[in-house]
């Protein structure tokens, strides 16, 4: 029965309140409240013409009005007729003077709705549109900002590229390689804005810092680093592929040490190849963390082939200085200088009655060698075989790489015994310098034929032949 009592009371109250609800003029849509407010303005005016009547028109006619009342009700519907017009008007100036707000920029402001009837409606729909237009802000922005680095992206790369400009004309102009590492540098650092950029060549066993550009980074210069240990160096230099170090790389302990040495979080390094062979490295790095991409790969590439280009120019400058009588790797005369040469002192020798000896230096065993061992070992070893003979020898006596593997010594002014015993000085001398060798491939084993003018022959290709032969 209490539970009856109580949904009856429940049901009442709910009923109370929509008739209420009903009655109540601000539930009202605008529509109704325009019908009331022309019904309660109609009103006025007839009873202002009743009033008329009843006092001018119908004097003798037993009607009496009751003037006072009816000014009263007058008074009455005019106020109710203002208030109905007012809850129309307010809420519509109240609504443009909001959207004038948002109009404004003022995309923040908020309405808040606390009406069920189309100004309602209408404080919603401004709302939301309110909303969509700060969603579609936001976007703009977002877009803004990626259109900002784009613009950002490409006048770096102008820049950039604008400097590969200065750069062929440093090397068309003849500049010296420091001149054309450092500006090449230099414009190498504005590839995503880094902070630094370095080059490093090939020098015997090590890789030698030979330009750098960066703040605080001329510390670098000149630094050698060892191409047996496991650095990053040596290992890119193995691989002969580029190498990009970003924050997805997997670091290890070369990582970790070329960060600390060079003072950066990421790199790319990129290989410097002169005709199919690797020279050197040349590399931007950043200390700030920015990721390098495929695009900053495709203008390192630019820059490096001009490095190229200024390393083979030189070449080839040196090269024409010295008429191509030199070789490339060893610094001694080459065959063709030495066989032109040796026919020269054959002449002065047969002229002025006076001995010339030459030696032919054989490395033993020279393909099993270069087959068990890489170019650079080779290299380094031919190196030191070159230096080790022009230090044996005599101001006018002509040393120069013959072949691949045979080294030659003109000797005016000396017979066969007197070449012979120098020759073998030669021999112990280079072969000592391999002996302490840990691995006994590398131990240098020489073999040294002599011949002379006129004993063994008159004419180059003869005394060639003869020391071959012995």
Known sequence: MVGDEGYDKSIEEIIMKNILKWLSLSSQGLRCKLRIGFYLMSVLPIVIFLCVISIYMLPDIDIKVNIGLLVGVGIFIAISGFFVVRQIVDPILKISSRAKTIASGNIDYNIKTHRDDEIGDLEDALNELTLRIKGNMKELEKYGEETEKINLDINRKVVALSGLLQISSFISEGASLEETFNLTLEKMSQIADSDLSFLLLQEGPNLVVKSVYGEGAQHLLNKKMGLKDESLFSKIMKNMHSFSLNNNTPRNVAMDRFCHEFGVKNAFIMPVRVR????????????????????????????????????????????????????ALTGLYNEVFIVSRLDEEIKRAIIYQRPCSFILFRVNNYKEFSGNFNTLIVESTLKKIAVTLRGSISDIDKAARFSEADFAVIMPEKNKRQAQTIAAEIVKKIEYLFQEESDPGKRIVMIAGVSENPIDGVTSSELISKAKES
């Open 276 to 327: 199919d062979k690797v020279i050197g490295l040349a590399g931007i790095a950043n200390s700030r963390g920015i990721d390098y991409r495929s695009d900053d790969f495709r203008v390192m590439d630019i820059f490096v082939k001009h490095i190229v280009i200024a390393i083979e120019n030189d070449t080839l400058t040196h090269r024409v200085s010295n008429l191509e009588i030199k070789d």
